[in-house]
């Protein structure tokens, strides 16, 4: 039995305003985005400076030094285009390295076999080449209307001032503050004295702030040379360096030679709507396969809905995790993390996911630029022979899914984090918005399932009785609540437009996550 309190109610307030709108995990971040559509910035600008921000603020789900996926709706044109900015192993990665070690299933994230010391999940081993700058570079030098050196200008700032460490901040560090003690770059970044967490008295203001200004001063030669400085020069050299001294394999030619792809979103009917989402090595085909089934189940009550809401994500999960993977080639269409989204008020949209995969990423920073890097290499199975197997030089295949919706009358963009978890939740939330006709405060506020390919489901226990039991009769099922910590449901983000009014919402448990108007700022 829960000690949570049975009687407290949570609930998130969503506006409707004919500007733009910006819903990310940290309002912060958000209204850094909703000044840039204030400025007159466009859905993309505002997404550049989000991105930055909640690099610096929420550093433990994501960063520059990570990896992720976009869809991108332009209003003007009626286009919608994808953009992978996944992560790559280093082509100088050592398959010795990682040997499995027989004790059984590793314990972070996904049911991969274990690596000796955790090398493809912890330390300077498990990072990957970033993506995360790229891929923003790239849409921004398509879309942008203001320049580059100014969205970055709100981050920088939150980076010289440091991160303000929250009752919240202090709860997600001490969770891995065991293992950030082992690498000395993390330890002084996140760590008093080495060894514990930072934080305020239980009954105190907070005052303890992060130093933050060597990723400031990263961050400024960003803004200044452009997102390629990140991957070419003297700061990609130093991260490089950084990284093998610490014993891993990523290079300066690895960061040189990245580049995100870009290209047309998938397109997925389903009833009366229609989505695009990314194609490719994400869960977008994985949402796409959870709707397919869903167009010819019963979702005449709930207690129906949410048994083929199991039955297609259980299906859709296991051929995701049998079948998918980089086969070497780039394809034509190809943990811990955080979602926001945009839409300005023309009506472009933005649906933006970027992690470090797990939380605070390979637990290791480069001491040279301040960035803390991430462990893409965990996204692959250490087993040879299978379709994502870990080889170099080969693309991540990511639990990301970003989409975009719409309807007769509506359009939204809707993503989360969570690891695998994520597919669970984006799906039932776009049957929410089709099937229930909900509006997002709604669909945010409705009681979900997680099913992403356990052996049972995990249930909101505030869904009626008869639903409860008809998801056991099916698997068994463990009922839990929606809580600040962890997020048994994962945790999304969303922004919707109907009848030129906008609208957005987040997780209602995110005790940072906020929807913030352009007239909020």
Excluded at 245 to 256: F, N
Aim: proline share 6%; glycine share 10%; hydrophobic share 40%.
């Amino acid at each position: 039995m829960s000690a949570l309190s049975q009687t407290q109610i949570t609930r998130k307030y969503v506006i409707e305003t004919a500007g733009g709108v910006v819903a990310s995990q940290h309002r912060q971040a958000a209204e850094a985005g909703a000044a840039v559509l204030r400025a007159g910035g466009d859905a993309v600008d505002a997404a550049v400076a989000t991105s930055f921000v909640v690099g610096v603020l929420e550093p433990w789900m994501s960063g520059p030094a990570g990896g992720g996926a976009t869809v991108h709706w332009r209003a003007d044109t009626g286009e919608a285009v994808a953009i992978n900015f996944g992560m790559r192993s280093p082509k100088g990665l050592d398959l010795a390295n990682y040997p499995l070690s027989g004790d059984g299933k590793a314990g972070d994230l996904f049911p991969w076999e274990r690596v000796v010391d955790d090398r493809n999940v912890e330390g300077a081993t498990a990072i990957a080449v970033p993506g995360t700058v790229d891929g923003i570079g790239q849409a921004h030098a398509r879309w942008g209307r203001m320049s580059w050196a100014e969205l970055l200008a709100p981050a920088i700032a939150h980076a010289k001032e440091g991160m303000l460490v929250d009752w919240y901040a202090a709860l997600m560090i001490a969770s891995t503050a065991r293992n950030l003690a082992r690498d000395p770059d993390a330890a002084a970044l996140f760590l008093d004295d080495g060894v514990w967490p930072k934080g305020s008295g239980w009954t105190a203001v907070p005052d303890n702030r992060l130093d933050q200004s060597r990723m400031a001063d990263s961050l400024a030669h960003i803004a200044q040379h452009g997102p390629r400085a990140f991957y070419e020069g003297d700061l990609a050299q130093a991260m490089a360096r950084d990284v093998q001294d610490k014993g891993g394999c990523l290079s300066a030619d690895d960061l040189a030679g990245y580049r995100a792809w870009m290209g047309n979103a998938r397109p997925v009917s389903y009833r009366n709507a229609q989505f695009h989402v990314m194609p490719g090595l994400t869960a977008g085909p994985t949402f796409a396969r959870v709707l397919e089934q869903l167009e010819s189940a019963d979702l005449s009550t709930p207690a129906s809905a949410y048994v083929a809401y199991a039955r297609a994500l259980d299906r859709a999960y296991a051929e995701r995790l049998g079948k998918m993977g980089d086969d070497g080639e780039v394809p034509e269409a190809p943990g811990c993390t955080t979602h926001f989204s945009v839409v300005d008020r023309d009506g472009n949209m933005v649906s933006h996911t970027q992690t470090l995969l797990s939380i605070f990423g390979s637990r290791v920073v480069s001491p040279a630029t301040g960035f803390l890097m991430n462990n893409g290499i965990m996204w692959f199975d250490p087993e040879q022979g299978r379709p994502n197997s870990l080889a170099p030089g080969k693309a991540c295949l990511m639990n990301v899914c970003p989409i975009l919706g719409e309807t007769v009358d509506t359009r939204f963009a809707f993503g989360a984090s969570g690891g695998r978890k994520i597919v669970s939740a984006v799906s039932q939330l776009a049957s929410f918005v089709v099937d229930g006709e909900m509006d997002i405060e709604a669909a945010f506020h409705t009681p979900r399932i997680d099913m992403s390919g356990g052996e049972q489901i995990i249930a909101d226990e505030t869904l009626p009785p008869e639903v409860l039991g008809a998801l056991n009769a099916e698997k068994p099922t463990v009922p839990t609540r929606r809580t600040v910590s962890p997020y048994a449901f994962a945790c999304p983000a969303g922004v919707m437009r109907k009848d030129g009014k906008n609208s957005g919402c987040t997780e209602v448990m995110s005790p940072w996550g906020d929807a913030i108007t352009e007239g909020q700022t």
